[in-house]
């Protein structure tokens, strides 16, 4: 899993310097795609120190938190090399097209379909491809998003902080 | 090599703030006019028409405009909210059910005399902070200044329906005989600006315009001062992130009133399970500053510093609980009831719930958990054309949070206590609440 890292983290710093000084953005992981570093600007956090969870990881899950600069907590796990959910929490809503990837199209379709709720009604969208919920307010954010097809068998989200 | 590419990443994000360090900010002093309030111990309030005051653009000489006369029969430290279909977006097929709408002179202070124009239907929220104007309701002969010399500053401001991308100005903003002066605001969906970064695009949805908004505006008056948002500085058709100084972001102008700057308080009368076309509030501005706007016999709620407090529905415990007014419905799970075809819970029949309202930390211990009711009934039995107004919609909510949105502010009196205040009742940000009516709906 290591070895994985390391090479890939080869490849994002080569991705992050030729990009960098066009785009804030970063390459690399999003929802149903490989196990890449999150690809969000900001702080990786040691193994294991989701500030959202505080759940100890199932075996056979891999985590990944990073912080972003704007101080938003984001937690990816990720099984067999895929990424099958992730959460986030923070004051401001991320990029989320960053972190959804493909799916973000679904959350954004779901969104714009809604009536008028106001501004802070929160968001849950639920298709066959993507689970994902959005609520808060100003300030203090937070969401989580899953892909039921590559959710692994016998695991339950709820041991994640998601609720199925 | 994982820490190297973090090491990597931080000196490119620095090099991305630099051009935003050490800008210059707004003058965020309790500053403000001086002049004593001379009107603001009538009792009888909640006067005035069932229409806001059409925008008007005038100028004026400022600050000898205050203090004004009582602009809606109200005390000076008072204004009148308006649920009511807004015409304008009306036009746009949009309905503004629930949107509680405010008018607000908003003044360009720079120059002498002063040039100010009436804004109407700016929606007040209790759930954001800071003034936020569609560009296109605020004149261009304001010219309001930009917040610092230099590259533009642009924001952008996540809502969980969608973002708003605007620039950010100085400008100040009088409401009855309150003024709040050089607050920094946010002009939303400015054509001045290159369009918003995928960053922003990619919160969600773009939301800056009449037909989602519902008005011209939002007028964020929550517990908090600062949004602490995402900023970004553009030039030369992009912009970068940047890091903005508290003093200088969009911030809740309530913070900005010479005396009345502690909190505010918004009542609503009751209203008919079946729905009202137009109804009008207040919103009053301090808490124990003035006659209008004592706390006594108000109960309190102590929130934590997120404005979040417990909410016990059922058995079940919702610890981020918030009371918005910029939430059309109330957003609670109710589990066991269906929904409609509009999403809305669906009940047989008209159905009260009780809720316990505790504070979701120890400190502050809440003194007293706070039953409350809400209404459900069935929407599709309702007339959403002919009426605005309704107590009783409920939507599913979150799993942590229930939402208490307008539906939930219909005979009551809520206070909002601004974070840092210092009250008899406690420190804020916390909620106050008391009854208008015999229902408490």
Redesign the interface.
């Known amino acids: 899993m290591e070895h994985r890292l390391n090479s890939e983290s080869k490849h994002l710093v080569l991705l992050f310097l030729a990009g960098a000084l066009l785009l804030p953005r970063v390459v690399g992981a999003a929802l149903g795609g490989s196990d890449q570093r999150l690809a969000l600007e900001g702080a990786l956090q040691p193994s294991g120190s989701s500030r959202l969870a505080a759940l100890p990881v199932p075996s056979g899950v891999r985590e990944q938190t990073l912080i972003t600069p704007q101080g938003v907590s984001v937690t990816q796990w990720s099984a067999q090399g895929f990424v099958f959910a992730l959460r986030w929490q923070g004051p401001m809503i991320p990029d989320l097209s960053a972190i959804l990837g493909a799916s973000f199209q679904s959350y954004n379709t779901a969104l714009k379909a809604r009536p008028r709720l106001g501004l802070n009604a929160p968001l849950r969208v639920q298709t066959a491809g993507l689970v994902a919920h959005t609520s808060g307010h100003m300030g203090a954010y937070s969401g989580w998003a899953y892909l039921p097809a590559l959710v692994p068998q016998g695991l339950n989200l709820t041991t994640l902080g998601i609720e199925p | ?2 820490n ?3 090491a ?3 000196p ?2 620095c090099l ?2 630099l051009s935003g360090c050490g800008g210059g900010g707004a003058d965020v002093g309790f500053m403000g006019y001086s002049g004593g309030y001379t009107s603001g111990t009538t009792s009888n309030y909640g006067g005035g028409t069932s229409t806001l005051p059409n925008g008007s653009n005038a100028t004026a000489t400022f600050p000898q405009t205050l203090p004004v006369t009582n602009t809606q029969g109200a005390p000076s430290n008072q204004v009148n909210v308006i649920i009511e279909q807004n015409p304008a977006a009306s036009a746009l097929g ?6 509680p709408f405010v008018s607000i002179n908003l003044c360009n202070a720079s120059t002498q005399p002063a040039v100010c124009q009436t804004i109407d239907h700016v929606l007040v ?1 209790t ?3 800071g003034l936020r104007l569609l560009a296109s309701a605020v004149n261009t002969n304001l010219n309001l200044p930009a917040i610092q010399n230099g590259p533009l500053v642009a924001e ?8 708003m991308w605007g620039s950010i100005h100085t400008a100040s903003l009088q409401m009855n005989g309150e003024l709040a002066k050089n607050v920094s605001v946010q002009l939303v969906a400015d054509s001045s600006l290159p369009p918003a ?9 773009d ?1 800056g315009n009449l ?2 908004i ?1 008005g011209n505006g ?1 007028l ?1 008056v ?1 517990p ?1 001062i600062q ?4 900023y970004y500085t553009c030039s030369a058709g992009s912009c ?2 940047t ?1 903005l100084p508290l003093s200088s972001q969009v911030s809740n102008p309530v913070a900005f009133f010479a005396l009345d700057n502690n909190g505010v308080l918004l009542q609503f009368p009751a209203i008919p399970a079946s729905g009202q076309p137009s109804v009008t509030g207040t919103l009053t501005f301090g808490l124990n500053t003035q006659a209008d706007n004592s706390l006594a016999g108000f109960s309190i709620l102590p929130s934590d510093l ?3 407090f417990n909410a016990t529905i059922a058995g079940q415990a919702y610890p ?1 609980s ?1 009371i ?1 007014s ?4 109330n ?1 609670i799970t109710l589990p066991g009831l269906t929904l409609n075809a ?2 809305d819970y669906a009940p047989g029949s008209y159905t009260l719930y009780s809720a316990t309202l505790s504070s979701n930390t120890t400190t502050p211990a809440n003194p007293n958990p706070l039953p409350v009711e809400f209404g459900v009934l069935d929407s599709s039995v309702l007339n959403f054309t002919a009426n605005a107004a309704f107590n009783d919609v409920v ?5 942590g ?1 229930a ?1 208490f ?2 539906s939930f502010f219909y005979g009551k009196t809520i206070g909002f206590a601004l974070v840092g205040s210092t009250l008899p009742q406690g420190t804020g940000p916390f909620y106050a609440l008391q009854c208008t009516s015999s229902n408490c709906l």
């Open positions: 090599m994982k190297l590419s973090v990597l990443l931080l490119i994000s991305l703030l949009a309905y503004s059910t629930n949107t929220d759930g954001s902070y952008c401001t996540t809502f969980v329906s969608g973002f970064p995928a960053s922003c695009t990619g919160t969600g949805t939301i037909a989602s519902g939002i964020g929550g908090l949004d602490q948002g995402s970068t992130s890091n997120s404005t979040y981020q918030f918005d910029g939430s059309v419905y957003y509009n999403g939507d599913p909510g979150s799993s949070s939402d949105g307008m």
